[in-house]
């Protein structure tokens, strides 16, 4: 059967799109797949299509609870994994094609890797086939991380024991949790990561970070945080990840 992947997907009142999400997942031609839903009691439709789409699959696990947030729902799926490998897939965003788990799977097995990560394309929210923003990575190396770079998230496929040697994602962040565990991990110069140069997943535009002012500016001041807990650099490492960021309306 080769790796298992555990995707999980983390909900909330997200049933405009949740349908598109969950087929992106499951038309995949790599099957060794767990699918775990983790709602945070949704008062919309999202709880009942996403029962309709589950069936009798038994390959689609479906929590629906109060809980603290995305971060918080993401540490519950990841404690629920059984697979090798974890990833997200977020409610509004999709996978960029059919065989990218197994493009992914096969980087894993030809490095013996710890974490695969690759490119993401904003998209239109009606239109998805129209880029609105392409975020393409790069090879990583260690001095890349005081210059403020990270992989887009959604990308990171990791194996469970990066996230059994590192915790879960650390709930005092409210955006930015994901770049605070991205510093973590890519820290660790016992872990391998390698990049796949392709779109893996594609991002209906308007996140929780960049949806106001308020939440950028919020979002800067978390990220900094990060930096000094990590020791990742300073204000500069903050005005690279900012300004990195205009070149990908520009990279299509």
């Avoid at 087929?23 to 790599?30: E, G």
């Avoid at 929780?208 to 950028?216: F, G, L, P, Q, T």
Wanted: charged share 25%; net charge positive.
């Amino acid at each position: 059967m080769g790796l298992k992947f555990t995707i999980i997907t983390a909900t909330y009142n997200s049933d405009q799109f949740i349908e598109s999400c969950m087929n992106s997942v499951l038309s995949q031609n790599y099957k060794n797949i767990e699918y775990l839903i983790i709602d945070g009691a949704s008062t919309d439709d999202t709880v009942s299509k996403v029962h309709q789409i589950k069936g009798t699959s038994s390959t689609i696990k479906v929590i629906s609870e109060k809980d603290n947030g995305i971060y918080d729902a993401l540490n519950k799926g990841v404690s629920l994994a059984t697979g090798d490998i974890i990833g997200f897939v977020h409610s509004d965003d999709f996978l960029a094609s059919n065989n990218i788990l197994s493009k992914i799977k096969n980087v894993f097995e030809l490095n013996n890797s710890d974490g695969v990560y690759g490119d993401l394309d904003y998209v239109d929210k009606e239109n998805v086939t129209k880029v609105v923003r392409a975020w393409k990575s790069c090879e990583f190396y260690p001095s890349l991380l005081k210059k403020g770079w990270m992989p887009a998230h959604p990308t990171l496929f990791l194996r469970k024991k990066v996230y059994l040697k590192h915790g879960f994602f650390n709930l005092k962040y409210k955006i930015a949790a994901d770049y605070d565990f991205m510093l973590r991990i890519f820290k660790d110069t016992n872990l391998q990561f390698d990049y796949l140069e392709e779109v893996v997943t594609k991002m209906r535009v308007g996140g929780a970070s960049n949806k106001s002012i308020k939440n950028i500016i919020h979002k800067t001041k978390e990220d900094y945080s990060a930096i000094r807990q990590n020791k990742a650099g300073g204000l500069d490492a903050i005005l690279n990840k900012n300004v990195s960021k205009i070149k990908q309306f520009f990279v299509k």
